[in-house]
């Protein structure tokens, strides 16, 4: 249920917390270097930014690796529908800081990157204050980088492009960033919740961390609620809360709800009688084929369609390919075009036919995983709104101008 | 030990010529819009040759085999 750590202390509405009251009330992180890896591989934190990977596996492979390193803070929230990494910047920036300078002092990096959406003015603003409020080894270390306003500008290998060559497109991997980043350095990135999380392991340790959770989950997990809710926003709450309960904090749904979207844009649509039950936890939701992704909850409310949300959508994802790899420009834009055909002028066998056929051919075949996001998003859509799918009638007229 | 041999491909470099389909059909296709589908699993043995003149063939350099360890 709802549990306050990154998001406890004073009133969120009262702006940035200062570096003096954040170090009065929470002391400064005991533990780092091998300590700390080990106890966060103890601790079953798993990455906050939509892979879900586990954060000690990643520290180790960087620690693993010879040369000076860098840490990136990635708060670049390009998910539209995402607001808990700008939230949290703007309210609790040393708590992130702290986890990327444990990170530094930890990996002896040599640069602190706080990557950050350019759109998010506010959350910038805290984090480059904070960031000038840090004792001056750290200052010295630490820089702020904007992040573009592109849906792919937060994926690792984009973010360390941007910062290295200014350009923020995916690169091919392998080398992954943790082998080779930013200069060829072994680079960090990690987003900005999973660094608040790391700040507090380092104070209170695995064993505190892991007594939040449920169902199997560990921590607390930051959510944004949207849609058919009465009352949109970010949460927290413990990992393992499920849907329903997140929904009911938010003061319960505020029209009938035909369908869920977990995950955000590369998440899936589940059929809103099966969406309460399951438990917001990565690694638990990762079993069953789902993804928790950066958090977003959105309620599909009974009186909007389905088939022209998923079209509006993926015409979105094919806008955002960033035109580098073949397949994934020219397949989510034939996918995309496909499905605006379906919304707009009403089933056709062969546009159904098209879908099932570029939906298996698609992914796997870019650089990054834009296109398999966007293409499990598609398949999820053509089950959950199978149905409408098969007898869509024109809505063309219906589109606003 | 025996190692087998993988084409792999560069998504970035790869600008959809589809030399590689034409030189190697039994393990690549084209895709609607000319980018090439690789058949999952190792190049067998006797297209050993074939995927070799197709890597040469490539224009972009995007297309590579490599050798590894055979995977379980």
Known sequence: MSRLRLLAGPDLGSGPEGFADHTRRLGAPAVSGRALIESLVRSGLTGRGGASFPVGQKWRAVAASKGSRVVVANGAEGEPQSHKDRLLMATRPHLVLDGAFAAARTLRASQVVVYVGEEHGTAWNAMAQALAERPEAERRIGRMTGAPHRYVAGESSAAVHLIDAGVATPTTTPPHPRERGI??????????????????????????FRSAGRRGGVGTVLITLAGAVKHPGVLEVEAGTTIEEVVTIAGGISEAASAV????????????????????????????????GCGVIGVLPASRCGVCDTSRIMRYLAEESSAQCGPCFFGLRALSDACSRIAERGTNR??????????????????????????????????????????????WRQQPA | MKTELHMTIDRIKCDGHGLCAELLPEMIRLDDWGYPIIAPGPVPGRLASHAQRAVAACPTLALALRRTAPSK
Not at chain 1, 261 to 290: C, H, I, K, M
Not at chain 1, 354 to 374: I, M, N, Q, T
Request: a negative charge.
């Open chain 1, 350 to 395: 062969d546009d159904i036919a098209r879908l099932k056929k570029w939906s298996v051919e698609v992914p796997g075949r870019g650089a990054c995983k834009h296109p398999d996001g966007a293409v499990m998003f598609l398949r999820s859509a053509l089950s959950t709104f199978a149905d409408q799918f098969a007898s869509h009638p024109a809505h």
């Open chain 1, 183 to 208: 200069a060829g350095a072994p680079t960090l990135v990690q987003n900005v919740e999973t660094l608040a999380n790391i700040a507090l392991i380092a104070r209170y340790g695995d064993e505190w």
């Open chain 1, 261 to 292: 979207l977990l995950g955000g844009y590369f998440g899936s649509w589940v059929p809103a009688a099966q969406a309460w039950e399951l438990p917001l936890d990565g690694p638990t939701l990762r079993s069953n084929g789902l993804n928790l």
